[in-house]
């Protein structure tokens, strides 16, 4: 280790909170971890701070009226056609088909397992980020690099090993906003995505360098360039501070903030030497679009299941994002397929469809790859991918066609339904999602997809800008506390017969009801779902009767 950067610092102002009950806890919360930690934490917590600052006071602007645009300030980055990213490296170039998942340690095997080229390993969306989730999500990654990781399923009598020829394992730590409640540094609780980066750097980078690879990260809801460049000041930090080669640590990039789209390139220039992709994280894309023009009622967007990439301001999103990308020799991943497999042949044939013309669609426009969800669909995107790409590893020499995409497409609304059956089902969703999230699970199947945060967002923030506007429906009716109160309480009976009186009372749903509906009629729109609900999130229902 390098004695200049962290001699100074010490564990003394770092507090583990959260229990260390067994060895393996402490090991992944020893000492040089915990100091590891406290450097990062010394060096970047105020520059965190700031920069959610930063956050509120452009979305100030932008309820005020004003809407996101490139900016002039870094027009001179955009218009220099002649910088580069580093070299990508060559187990990072062929990204064809990537599957999601939680840190859970069954689902950890079974997706690297899956045949995808990429396993993104999620500490955010996909897992609710309880302490044990954390902890144990740390123990499965370093085990899965270490390749011992295995578990025993009792009740199938089966035991789970990893293949020999497993995914690329890729971490995800949570976004710049979810805070850790169970580590404090100087009595404030530390971000969580330090926490999420840190230990698994710390555990993982030797192992990884034994076999020839750098530590990967996919980094979620970057909002700016200064954000982009916290992170790339992160990792500089970490090289240094453990003396490996610049350029051991590489990050994909999700663009899943309007914000963000229209500074992509400033992104990549901040993490130069880093970045080796971007990724259309559609869903929470979709959430940030509602979320930064709430106060525009000409830009309400209609039920989330109307709005597909299909679209033309989902369209114009992933062109750009393929165009800017491989313009500076970085991958462009397209956005995840939802759907899991369902048991009746027809709905099955179905779902197939819609994969197919989803992947169809992201191959066309020059993506590098794609996500799914489940297991089951790795082979059908494969195959598709498999025949874009004919022999090739990426599309990289794709950059599409020279029509410039400009703010206004970027921003267009769409057209789309906007009815009862619509808002009563997404109530549901968003219900079934969070109660599900506050009992620590973060990836939930509801209805033939696999729900995460994202789409439980989507959900919450359409009904929230519904009522906000007072959205008259395609029936007549208008939104308004009152009906979606009514509407509220009865699909709660719905999710009753639904579940069962056994899981209706043993669950979270009466709790969950009197959240939603506070966060959904509000004065003040809440940032994230996952910020309230995090109060929740570790507290049992006795406690809160």
């Known amino acids: 280790m390098t004695d200049s950067i962290h001699r100074t610092t010490t564990t003394q102002q770092l507090e583990i909170v959260g229990s260390l009950k067994n060895k393996e806890y402490q090991q992944i919360l020893n000492d040089e971890a915990r100091l590891f930690l406290s450097s990062l934490a010394e060096r970047f917590t105020a520059s965190h701070r700031g920069l959610l600052d930063q956050r509120k006071q452009k979305q ?44 859970d340690r069954k ?93 698994y750097f710390f555990h993982n980078f030797q192992t990884r360098a034994n076999k020839g690879q750098g530590v990967y990260y996919y980094i979620p809801k970057l909002e700016s360039m200064e954000e982009a460049q916290w992170w790339s000041d992160i990792f500089y930090f970490t090289e240094q501070y453990f003396d490996v080669p610049r350029g051991t640590i590489r990050a994909t990039v999700l663009i899943e903030t309007l914000p963000a789209v229209f500074q992509m390139d400033e992104i990549l220039y901040a993490m130069r030497e880093h970045i080796v992709a971007m990724n259309c994280g559609r869903w929470d894309y979709i959430f940030s679009y509602i979320k930064t023009l709430k106060s525009h009622p000409e830009r309400i967007l209609p039920d989330r299941h109307s709005i597909g990439m299909e679209q033309p301001f989902l369209s114009a999103y992933s062109q750009l994002l393929v165009k800017t990308c491989h313009a500076r020799g970085a991958l462009a991943m397209g956005g995840m397929s939802a759907f899991i497999p369902n048991k009746d042949p027809a709905i099955m044939a179905q779902v197939t469809q819609k994969v197919i013309a989803d992947k169809d669609r992201e191959a066309a426009n020059g993506h590098d790859g794609t996500w799914v969800a489940h297991p089951a669909l790795v082979d059908l995107a494969m195959s598709i991918f498999n025949k874009k790409l004919d022999g090739q590893a990426n599309q990289l020499h794709f950059i599409g066609n020279e029509e410039e995409i400009c703010a206004h497409q970027l921003l267009e609304p769409c057209p789309g339904e906007r009815n009862e059956q619509g808002v009563r ?73 639904e579940v069962g009186e056994a899981r209706y009372h043993q669950g979270r749903f009466q709790q969950t009801a009197e959240l939603f509906y506070e966060l959904s009629t509000a004065e003040s729109f809440a940032p994230f779902l996952t910020l309230p609900s995090y109060e929740l999130l570790n507290t049992p229902q006795a406690e809160l009767a």
């Not at 020829?165 to 995800?172: F, Q």
């Not at 109530?427 to 509801?446: D, H, K, T």
């Open 107 to 199: 689902m950890v095997i079974n997706a690297l397992n899956s045949g995808a080229k990429v396993f993104m390993c999620c500490f955010e969306d996909a897992s609710a980020p309880t302490w044990e989730n954390m902890v144990e999500g740390q123990i499965n990654l370093r085990d899965a690099n270490l390749g011992t990781i295995d578990y025993f399923d009792n009740k199938k009598n089966a035991h789970y090993r990893i293949s020999s020829n497993p995914a690329l394992l890729i971490a995800r730590p949570r976004g710049l906003h979810l805070p850790e409640n169970s580590i404090r540094f100087k009595g404030e609780p530390i971000a969580g995505c330090l926490m999420d980066f840190a230990l």
């Open 60 to 103: 100030l602007a932008f309820d005020r009226g004003t809407l996101p645009d490139f900016r002039e300030d870094t027009a001179h980055i955009r218009n220099d056609k002649s910088w580069q990213i580093s070299p990508i490296p060559d187990d990072l170039l062929d990204r064809r088909v990537e599957i999601t998942g939680p840190v």
């Open 425 to 497: 089902k997404n109530i549901r969703i968003a219900l079934y999602y969070i109660e599900s999230w506050i009992q620590g699970n973060g990836c939930v199947p509801i209805y033939g997809l696999m729900e995460d945060a994202a789409t439980a967002e989507i959900s919450r923030a359409g009904i929230w800008q519904w009522i906000h506007h007072a959205v008259r429906l395609d029936d007549g009716q208008v939104m308004n506390k009152s009906k979606f109160r009514q509407w509220l309480y009865q699909e709660l009976d719905t999710i009753k017969c």
